[in-house]
Each structure stands twice: as structure tokens, then as C-alpha cells.
């Protein structure tokens, strides 16, 4: 199966360092970054998506949680 996961926040260490910990982990980076301003909280916001194929085990909405990945 392939996963797909969406990373978000402020940008900051702490953005770096969930993306650090899905690549540890084996994960992809799947696109470019994104950047964007949060008007509400007045921060700036990245996002990067990321990616990994799990051999052996299929997908199954609403069952299968990324975070044991």
C-alpha cells in the first residue's frame, strides 16, 4: 500500500522537526513545500506532503491510522 500524509505548521523548528521524524521513519517527500499566511493567527504556515509504501499490508479507509506508520 502507499501512504499519503499532509504536514502542517507554524513555521518554526518545530515544522523541521515533524518533517525530519516522517523522513527517520521512511518516509517520502512527495511535491514542493507550501507556505502560506494564517490571517486568524497572524503566523505563517508550511505544509509539506510526504509518502510511503508499506509492503505486504493493504489500505483500509477509516482503519488504517498513518501515525502507526
Same mark, same amino acid.
Given at each position: +500500500?502507499?501512504? &499519503?500524509?499532509?504536514? =502542517?505548521?507554524?513555521? %518554526? #523548528? =518545530?515544522? *523541521?522537526?515533524?518533517? =525530519?521524524?516522517?523522513?527517520?521513519? @521512511?518516509?517520502?517527500?512527495? @511535491?514542493?513545500?507550501? &507556505? #502560506? &499566511?494564517?490571517?486568524? !493567527?497572524?503566523? +505563517?504556515? *508550511?505544509? /509539506? #506532503?510526504?509518502?510511503? %509504501?508499506? !509492503? @505486504? /499490508?493493504? &489500505?483500509? #479507509? @477509516? !482503519?488504517?491510522k498513518l501515525s502507526d506508520w
Amino acid at each position: +500500500m502507499r501512504l &499519503y500524509r499532509f504536514l =502542517t505548521a507554524i513555521d %518554526d #523548528a =518545530t515544522f *523541521c522537526h515533524k518533517v =525530519t521524524a516522517a523522513l527517520n521513519k @521512511g518516509w517520502h517527500l512527495y @511535491g514542493s513545500p507550501t &507556505y #502560506a &499566511y494564517d490571517k486568524k !493567527e497572524k503566523v +505563517m504556515r *508550511c505544509g /509539506q #506532503a510526504v509518502v510511503k %509504501d508499506i !509492503e @505486504g /499490508q493493504d &489500505y483500509v #479507509a @477509516g !482503519e488504517t491510522k498513518l501515525s502507526d506508520w
